[in-house]
């Protein structure tokens, strides 16, 4: 992947995932259907959120180990 932080120009990162609830019943329930990966500058750390489409494995597995 071609990186290239906007901030500092550094072009090390790092790449992780959060998850989120959405809104309506997902969010009475703590579903978190909302998947995210994220693409951090190694050096100071400015970060961005990319959207992803979440399987519906993934929301079963959080319904019960929530």
């Known amino acids: 992947m071609n990186y290239k932080c906007i901030k500092c120009d550094s072009v090390e990162f790092v790449e992780g995932k959060i998850r989120a609830t959405g809104s309506g019943i997902s969010r009475f ?38």
Not at 34 to 54: D, H, P, Q
Not at 55 to 64: E, I, Q, R, Y
Request: charge should be positive; aromatic fraction near 10%.
């Open 29 to 66: 329930l703590n579903l978190q259907n909302n998947l995210f990966i994220t693409v951090s500058c190694a050096k100071c750390g400015y970060t961005e959120l990319y959207k992803r489409k979440t399987g519906k494995l993934g929301t079963v597995v959080d319904l019960f180990t929530n």
